[in-house]
């Protein structure tokens, strides 16, 4: 049997009796579950604010545009990011009218602290950190770095449902979180966006809803006659989630922190089989990073052909990611961040997922070595 690099896992039960009680009340929109799931959610990562969306992808851009719209940023504008991510991270920007400038990355694939401060210019109002696969990285100096100049950190979390730092959820001036089948805490398609400060949760709500001031669940609960005169304050987008993928949501989350412990015990399991070898690399997690492992990242020479032979013993791997600054829109910046190419042609995720058994990961771990030490036979 092929082992996958990532299946999710849902509680099948629970999930459609969650969706049954949207079904038999007659509600699937915003509202309902959706409220449900958020406070479940503020409760979880003790995060003040959080609003359920569609997707990460319209968080990241949601948060870029309310900024740039209360900040007064003019189009243009620089925002510092990574080149070592998923699209979505980088589009937000560009959606937002606003100028991604990359940094490279440290031994965690994520933002290293240096290279980001070199980026500042006059220009620059926001940093986008990705907490790759889970992984903290070096975020309490971005933070710092973002205080001392004033800037605004965007914790792009779409990999760290339960990752926790120093005993506490890590978090941005706003921290958006993926709940995409593959990711820690799997629905089919939906994100929550979670804003710091109050007014900027507010406008979140009304911005993912066209705009519009009053969202349809508070009004069918008004008993008044005038439910349809609600305002238009502002242009706004469709980003808000739904009470049926909400609803999965609730069902699922009181399984994350079993699930991703399960996840760390397998890359406990990849570290040992991995120990010793040197030319397998892996990527450490930073200290004091309770990391919700959403990826296992080995860096290895020659990764295309080990790719090859590993799919051909039915043992799926990925790359996360792709340089981003090998993508034609980012051709002005092609060779911005050298560690970042580099790391990125080597990096490769092994399967890790919370129904991979101890054997499966033994299974992983002899493939991987024999394919290596073939190659190195084959090169002596
Ligand atoms: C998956 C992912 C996103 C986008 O999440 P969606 O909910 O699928 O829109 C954003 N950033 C990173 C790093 C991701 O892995």
Same mark, same amino acid.
């Given at each position: ?80 990011? #990574? +080149?070592?991510?998923? &699209? ?8 937002? !009218? %606003?100028?991604?400038?990359? =940094? ?64 506490? #959820? +890590?978090?941005?001036? &706003? ?8 990711? !820690? %805490?799997?629905?089919?398609? =939906? ?190």
């Amino acid at each position: 049997m092929a082992i996958q690099l990532f299946v999710p896992t849902f509680d099948v039960e629970a999930c459609l009796g969650e969706i049954r009680e949207c079904l038999e009340k007659g509600w699937t929109g915003a509202g309902f579950k959706t409220i449900a799931f958020e406070e479940a959610w503020k409760s979880y990562s003790d995060l003040p604010h959080a609003h359920f969306l569609n997707s990460a992808t319209s968080g990241l851009h949601l948060a870029l545009d309310i900024y740039k719209e209360q900040h007064g940023w003019s189009d243009g504008d620089e925002v510092i990011t #990574t +080149p070592i991510t998923f &699209v979505s991270t980088n589009h937000a920007i560009l959606h937002a !009218n %606003l100028k991604p400038v990359f =940094a490279d990355v440290d031994a965690h694939l994520c933002l290293d602290p240096d290279d980001v401060e070199r980026k500042i210019t006059p220009h620059t109002r926001a940093v986008v950190f990705v907490g790759l696969g889970g992984n903290t990285g070096q975020l309490s100096r971005i933070a710092e770095i973002c205080t001392r100049h004033k800037l605004v950190l965007v914790l792009d979390a779409a990999h760290m449902a339960g990752t926790k730092l120093n005993g506490e #959820t +890590p978090r941005g001036d &706003v921290t958006v979180y993926s709940f995409q089948a593959v990711k !820690n %805490l799997p629905t089919a398609d =939906a994100g929550m966006i979670c804003f710091a400060d109050e007014d900027f949760d507010a406008l979140a709500r009304r911005k993912s809803w066209l705009g519009i001031n009053k969202d349809t669940y508070a009004r069918a609960a008004d008993a008044s006659a005038y439910k349809w005169q609600y305002e238009v304050e502002s242009v706004g987008y469709k980003y808000h989630g739904n009470s049926i993928m909400a609803a999965i949501g609730l069902a699922q989350l009181p399984h994350l922190d079993a699930h991703n412990a399960r996840r760390r015990e397998i890359a406990a399991l990849y570290d040992k089989g991995f120990a010793g070898r040197a030319e397998i690399a892996t990527v450490p997690t930073a200290a004091g990073c309770f990391s919700s492992r959403h990826l296992y990242q080995i860096l290895i020479d020659d990764r295309e052909k080990l790719i090859a032979d590993l799919n051909a013993r039915g043992i799926n791997t990925g790359v996360h990611y792709r340089n981003n600054l090998d993508y034609p829109m980012f051709a002005d910046q092609h060779a911005a961040c050298p560690k970042a190419a580099r790391q990125s042609q080597h990096v490769l995720s092994l399967p890790l997922h919370p129904q991979l058994s101890d054997g499966d990961v033994s299974r992983v771990v002899e493939a991987v070595c024999t394919c290596v030490e073939t190659r190195l036979e084959r090169a002596l």
